[in-house]
C-alpha cells in the first residue's frame, strides 16, 4: 500500500504511514462509538503537533552546530539556507486543501502542512526538509534574506607579516644607560619596544627638573617585551627645600653652621651657653630644630656652647702688691693677668687697683685687669714688665724699648728672663732689662791707643794670659736697614771669662766695601767671651761665645 501523503511503501494491513503517521486511504477507519455523540471525525491534531516538535528540534540544532554564534564576537554568519520567519514555503505537493509551510535553520526543514477541508496536501515533514536543504551546497542567501557576515577568507600576506611581528618581539630588549636623560624622552622611547616603565619623584641638588636620577636595571640588562619585567625610574623633582641638618650630631662649629644657612638664603643670630657635653663653639642646636624646612629668609637661632661649667675660684686681694708679687697670687688662684695700665711698668711698681674685687668668686682662668703706679723715679737702669701678645718676637720687644736701631739687644732680654731655647709665650710677663751703654771707653782710630793696636789674636792671646783656649771667628757685617756713608766707625770690644779684662779687637776706620769683616779671637777652655759690636758709636751687636 502507498501513502498518499509521503510516497513510502507501507504494509497492506497498516492503517497509518510509519512515516508521516498519516492515515492510510483504503485503511479501514478508526472510529470511537460513543452513546452521546455522532459521527466519528478523524483526528487531524497529531500532525501539527508533530510538525511543531520538529522545527523546535530543527531551530535547537541549528544553533548549536550551525555557527550562529562566532566565538571571536563577529557578527553571526549562517551556514546554510535561512528563511526569515513569515517567508512563505513553496508547497510540497499539491492537494485537494493546499498547504502553507514554515522553514527551519541550518537546512533543516520543518513544514507545518496547511489543513484543508478533508484530505488536502501538508508541507513536507522535518525528516523531508531535512534532506533536501543539506542537498544545497554551497549554502546561497537570496535577495531580501537577513544580512549575515560570512567569515573572511585568510590572506597568506597578513598571515606572513603576524609571523615576522612575532618573530621580532620574541627577541630580548637590551637596557641602556638612561641616567642624565629626560624622562619624556625615555619614556617614549621604552614605550615603542614594548617595555613597561615606572616613574618615583625624589629631589636632587645637582640634575634639572625631569632628569632620571638611577635606574633599576644595569646597562646591558635584558628585558621581554610586553612582559610582567618593568623597570623603575628616579626622576628629579629638582632641588627640594632645604632641609636643616643636626648640626650637633655632625660636629659643626657655629661658624661653618652660620655659612651654610645664610648661603641658602637664611638670617643667623648666635644665643652663647654654657653646655657641659658639647665642645666650646660648636652648635648645641637650632630653632627651628633640625629636619625642618623653613621658608628662604626665616631667621634661625644657632644655640652655640660655651664649654662647660667652670669651678669658681675667690679673687685675691692684690693692691701694694709689685707685678710679679700680683702675678704669683693671681696664677696660685686659678686666675690670669688680662690687660695692664700704663702700658710702661716697671719691676718696682705696685698694683693700685684691680677689675675684680678681693674675695669675689668667679669662673677659674677668668682675666683680671691691673693698674699700677710707680712707688721710685725711673731712671736708666729702670727695668720694666711687659706681657707677651701674639705676633710679637723678641727682636720687636728690644726695639719697642731700646729703639730702633738697637734691636740687635734682644740678648739682654733672653738673658735676664733666663730664656735659653728663643720662646716664650703668650701672656708670659718678661722683664726688659736698662739699655746697656759701652762698657769701655771708644778710642779714636785716628790716634792709636799706646797700650793696644787693633787688636788681633796675639794682643787677645796676651790678654788672657798662658790658660788653653780655642780659636773662634766671627764675621761682621753691615745691617740692612741702616745707611752708613763710603767709611764706618768700627769698634769690637771682648771680655773673656777667665780674666774678666775688657779689650779691643777693633777699634778704626773701615772703608764699606772692606765689609764683611773676619776676626779671630781665642775663648778659654770651658769658658766664654763676650763679644760687643758697634758702628759709628752705636751697639749693633753684643754675642756670648762658649767652648765647644
Same mark, same amino acid.
Given at each position: 500500500?502507498? !501513502?498518499?501523503? !509521503? ?12 512515516? !508521516? ?146 618573530? =621580532? ?19 617614549? =622611547? ?6 613597561? *616603565?615606572?616613574? +618615583? ?17 644595569? =646597562? ?80 634661625? *637661632? ?16 692684690? #693692691? ?9 697670687? +693671681? ?43 710707680? #712707688? ?36 739682654? +732680654? ?22 746697656? =751703654? ?35 771667628? *766671627? ?74
Amino acid at each position: 500500500m502507498i !501513502c498518499s501523503f !509521503c510516497g513510502r511503501d507501507q504494509d497492506d494491513d497498516a492503517v497509518f504511514c510509519s512515516s !508521516c503517521g498519516e492515515q492510510l486511504q483504503g485503511a479501514p477507519v478508526i472510529t470511537y462509538e460513543r452513546a452521546d455523540r455522532g459521527a466519528r471525525k478523524p483526528n487531524r491534531a497529531l500532525p501539527v503537533v508533530m510538525s511543531v516538535l520538529v522545527l523546535g528540534v530543527g531551530f535547537l540544532l541549528g544553533a548549536l552546530f550551525g555557527g550562529m554564534f562566532d566565538k571571536k564576537g563577529e557578527e553571526p554568519y549562517l551556514s546554510g539556507t535561512v528563511l526569515p520567519a513569515g517567508a512563505t514555503a513553496p508547497a510540497a505537493t499539491s492537494g485537494e486543501g493546499g498547504g502553507n509551510g514554515g522553514a527551519g535553520s541550518g537546512g533543516i526543514g520543518a513544514g507545518t502542512g496547511g489543513v484543508g477541508a478533508g484530505s488536502g496536501a501538508t508541507a513536507p515533514s522535518g525528516a523531508q526538509a531535512n534532506a533536501a536543504a543539506s542537498s544545497t551546497n554551497p549554502p546561497v542567501l537570496r535577495e531580501g534574506d537577513i544580512d549575515y557576515v560570512l567569515p573572511p577568507e585568510e590572506d597568506d600576506e597578513d598571515d606572513a607579516d603576524e609571523a615576522e611581528e612575532e618573530s =621580532e618581539t620574541d627577541e630580548p630588549f637590551i637596557a641602556g644607560d638612561y641616567t642624565g636623560r629626560m624622562y619624556g624622552e625615555v619614556f617614549e =622611547e621604552l614605550r615603542d619596544e614594548g617595555i613597561i *616603565i615606572y616613574e +618615583i619623584k625624589v629631589t636632587d641638588e645637582e640634575l634639572e627638573e625631569g632628569a632620571i636620577v638611577r635606574q633599576s636595571v644595569e =646597562e646591558g640588562h635584558e628585558l621581554k617585551r610586553n612582559a610582567a619585567e618593568l623597570i623603575i625610574f628616579e626622576v628629579s623633582a629638582g632641588r627640594g627645600p632645604f632641609v636643616i641638618p643636626d648640626y650637633r650630631e655632625l660636629g659643626t662649629e657655629g661658624e661653618a653652621a652660620e655659612a651654610e644657612l645664610k648661603e641658602n638664603g637664611f638670617e643667623v643670630i648666635f644665643a652663647d651657653g654654657r653646655n657641659s657635653v658639647v665642645q666650646s663653639g660648636y652648635v648645641v642646636r637650632t630653632e627651628p630644630g633640625a629636619g625642618a624646612q623653613p621658608p628662604a629668609g626665616t631667621e634661625i *637661632i644657632i644655640y652655640r656652647s660655651t664649654g662647660s661649667e667652670r669651678e669658681k675660684s675667690v679673687v685675691p686681694f692684690l #693692691t701694694g702688691s709689685t707685678f710679679f708679687e700680683a702675678q704669683a697670687l +693671681i696664677e696660685e688662684a686659678k686666675l690670669r693677668i688680662g690687660y695692664i695700665a700704663p702700658n710702661l711698668v716697671s719691676t718696682t711698681a705696685v698694683v693700685s687697683e684691680q677689675s675684680t674685687d678681693a674675695n669675689m668668686l668667679i669662673d677659674e682662668w677668668t682675666e683680671l685687669d691691673l693698674s699700677f703706679i710707680e #712707688t721710685e723715679p725711673l731712671n736708666e737702669k729702670s727695668e720694666y714688665v711687659y706681657i707677651v701678645k701674639s705676633g710679637d718676637s723678641l727682636m720687636k720687644i728690644a726695639q719697642r724699648y731700646y729703639g730702633n736701631e738697637n734691636a740687635a739687644l734682644y740678648p739682654l +732680654i733672653l738673658e735676664r728672663n733666663e730664656i735659653t731655647n728663643d720662646r716664650f709665650m703668650i701672656g708670659q710677663a718678661l722683664i726688659i732689662p736698662p739699655k746697656p =751703654e759701652p762698657s769701655f771707653d771708644v778710642i779714636s782710630s785716628d790716634e792709636p791707643d799706646p797700650d793696644h793696636d787693633d787688636g788681633g789674636p796675639e794682643d787677645h792671646q796676651d790678654a788672657i794670659g798662658n790658660v788653653e783656649t780655642n780659636l773662634t771667628s *766671627i764675621s761682621l757685617v753691615l745691617p740692612q736697614d741702616r745707611t752708613y756713608g763710603d767709611t764706618v766707625k768700627v769698634l769690637v770690644g771682648a771680655t773673656p771669662s777667665d780674666t774678666g779684662r775688657l779689650f779691643r779687637l777693633v777699634d778704626r776706620i773701615v772703608d764699606k766695601d772692606e765689609f764683611p769683616l773676619y776676626l779671630e779671637f781665642h775663648v778659654p777652655r770651658e769658658g766664654t767671651v763676650e763679644i760687643r759690636v758697634f758702628y759709628n758709636d752705636e751697639l749693633i751687636e753684643a754675642r756670648t761665645f762658649y767652648d765647644e
